[in-house]
């Protein structure tokens, strides 16, 4: 079964400090099943990504590997994501308490019916009032 990719599972995969067990097994999925992403996954990816090279965070190494990753991955980017940002991404955000960027993941779970691979509390925290299977 497909499933929704929050960017916090994703980028754990790159930083050398964020490596949980819970993360590696979501990667594994990726060879049977693809991941839905909100139409701004990319953008937040690449935001993370050049800061964290800018800071020092990473490597110009691990800047190159997290490319190569997020390039290759099998996602599926929802057209639908900026649609739904006036209505139910900005109810679930102000429900759950949640910023628009992580209301974007579980509107778009909710929507597909899909479950959620996050590392974020609140997400998750969220995802279980709103009767979101988690991954």
């Known amino acids: 079964m497909d499933f929704v990719l929050d960017a916090s599972v994703a980028l754990s995969w790159v930083f050398p400090d964020e490596k949980p067990e819970y ?9 049977t ?5 909100p139409g701004l996954w990319s953008l937040e990816l690449t935001n993370i990504v050049a800061l964290s090279l800018k800071k020092g965070r990473i490597t ?9 990753l997020f390039t290759s991955i099998p996602v599926i980017s929802d057209e639908a994501t900026f649609r739904a940002a006036w209505g139910p991404t900005l109810l679930l955000a102000v ?14 779970a909710q929507r597909r ?15 279980k009032k709103a009767k979101v299977k988690l991954i």
């Open 113 to 127: 019916k899909l479950p959620l691979a996050t590392l974020d509390d609140d997400l998750r925290k969220a995802a």
């Open 60 to 68: 110009k190494a691990g800047f190159d590997e997290a490319l190569a």
């Open 33 to 37: 099943e693809f991941a839905i992403v």
């Open 23 to 31: 993360s590696m097994r979501v990667r594994e999925r990726l060879r």
């Open 95 to 108: 429900d759950y308490g949640l910023t628009a960027y992580d209301a974007v993941y579980l509107e778009l």
